[in-house]
T-cell receptor, first 114, second 112 residues
Framework: DTEVTQTPKHLVMGMTNKKSLKCEQH?????MYWYKQKAKKPPELMFV???????INESVPSRFSPECPNSSLLNLHLHALQPEDSALYLC?????????????FGPGTRLLVL | SQELEQSPQSLIVQEGKNLTINCTSS?????LYWYKQKYGEGLIFLMM?????EEKSHEKITAKLDEKKQQSSLHITASQPSHAGIYLC????????????FGDGTTLTVKP
């Protein structure tokens, strides 16, 4: 099973809302990632968790709050977002989070902030 | 500046034609990955190259990594409409272990 699942597929939220994105994998991977992708641009790394600990935070605004409750699950909590945060949010996982590892991506959550 | 340069930015080919997409880095790479993405969807892993001079093939797609591990090419033979999409190269750069960076992508259109 090389599948990474993400829910929801689409999300529309107002600037005062609180919502969460969910990502799950059952490949036994110990590294999980959040990427943000704007239209016609490549994915940009936001966060990396390795062994359930946050190892990389690419200076992401605090209105994005990641959480890794266990090795299979990764959440991204959203609060007080701005319209410019509208994008495709991609989750990925890999074996350990080291160099040269293949990352397996989920289908993404398309977020629209009104 | 962009750490991975991809070319061309877009490509339109007639079905059945061969094509090549290139990805270049100014630094030696730990590994070079090729992904395909349909607009608004997730990235589908195609191939990973790690050794200098390595070449891998899957169905009609062949990827090569040069000896210096700074340039890769993706070649599609006898293109089909199902090959259409955005092709992205990705890599881990030195001192950035685990922090994959991506090229800007190449949008491929295959005309039937």
């Amino acid at each position: 099973d090389t599948e990474v699942t993400q829910t929801p597929k689409h999300l529309v939220m107002g600037m005062t809302n609180k919502k969460s994105l969910k990502c799950e994998q059952h490949m036994g991977h110990r590294a999980m990632y959040w990427y943000k992708q704007k239209a016609k641009k490549p994915p940009e790394l936001m966060f990396v968790y390795s062994y359930e600990k946050l190892s990389i935070n690419e200076s992401v605004p605090s209105r994005f709050s990641p959480e890794c409750p266990n090795s299979s699950l990764l959440n991204l909590h959203l609060h007080a977002l701005q319209p410019e945060d509208s994008a495709l949010y991609l989750c990925a996982s890999s074996s350990y989070g080291g160099a040269g590892e293949t990352q397996y991506f989920g289908p993404g959550t398309r977020l629209l902030v009104l | 500046s962009q750490e991975l340069e991809q070319s061309p930015q877009s490509l339109i080919v007639q079905e059945g034609k061969n094509l090549t997409i290139n990805c270049t880095s100014s630094k030696t790479l730990y590994g070079l990955y090729w992904y395909k993405q349909k607009y608004g969807e997730g990235l589908i892993f195609l191939m990973m190259l790690q050794k200098g001079g390595e070449e891998k093939s899957h169905e009609k797609i062949t990827a090569k990594l040069d000896e210096k591990k700074q340039q890769s090419s993706l070649h599609i033979t006898a293109s089909q409409p199902s090959h259409a999409g955005i092709y992205l190269c990705g890599a881990d750069l030195p001192l950035n272990a685990g922090k994959s960076t991506f090229g800007d992508g190449t949008t491929l259109t295959v005309k039937p």
